[in-house]
């Protein structure tokens, strides 16, 4: 019994070592909050529009109601996507200088780890927080795998990811890390600079759709101001002269100008729309990025439709 009791006093005791769990990225509840936000304001007027339109003749109120109930869900969503491409352009931005300043620590003596302790406490925008949030996890004793994961996932970034995985690959590696930096860091720059020239290549394409989004709602402009308003005049002399649908002009009394104008103001919507998109995948390469581009248009055509002539 005493030899069983000193082999269980010798088994070592495993310690529970406390590490700081990466904090919650605030963009998903702030995402959820403008979903929930855009949904009942949009629903809101949607229905208003609904009820009012009930006790009018006139679609004017409905379709009105239902196109400000869609910008209602839209914009919020907008502002949002435009804040986070913002942050996430900050933080790609202010990466070769993070990892200058990193080149800077190793070559005047400090470690990898000391020296992205001390890259946190400079001021590289939006980046600053993240690389505050990855200080914080490596001195309590994170893994350094888990710990740049977490920063990679934070930051939501390709060109970070990149980096993250660059990095870990250097610490493995061993070796000159200084020079590992360097070679990070001109890859990094050249990523950036082919982005910018892949932007200003696409960039006319851009204004190719706005300048084909305007020149359809001149064509529809000038149909409803000029073409529509005379044949509501011919309209209006054949029910004077009693005619009605005799005649060579008789095929006019019945066409429905309101839902021809109607017609040309969903085309115009719809456009608006698909070419925003489009925009938004070419500019800047991805679908969401194109719904300012659907706002804009949107606001532009409701504009043009509404506008006195």
Known sequence: MEVVKRKQAKKPVKKQVSTL????????????KTLSFSLIASISVLSMSFYFSEYSDSTTIRDVGLIF???VGIIPLTIHQLKEVQRRDSIDRNLPVFLLALLSSVQSGANLIKAIEQAGERNLGALTPELKNLRANISWGTPIEEAFENFAERTGTRVSRRVTVLLEMAMKIGGDVSENLEMIQKHVSEMQNIEKSRKSALQPYTYTIYISFGVFLAVAVLLTTSFFTEIEKVQDGLLASGSGTEGL??????MEIDKLESALFNMAVIEAVFGGLAAGKIGAGSYVAGTKHVVAMIVIAVIAFNLPM
């Open 69 to 71: 109930g869609i910008l």
């Open 21 to 32: 769990e990466p904090n919650e990225s605030i963009l998903k509840n702030e995402l959820l």
């Open 249 to 254: 002009f008789g095929s006019l009394a019945s």
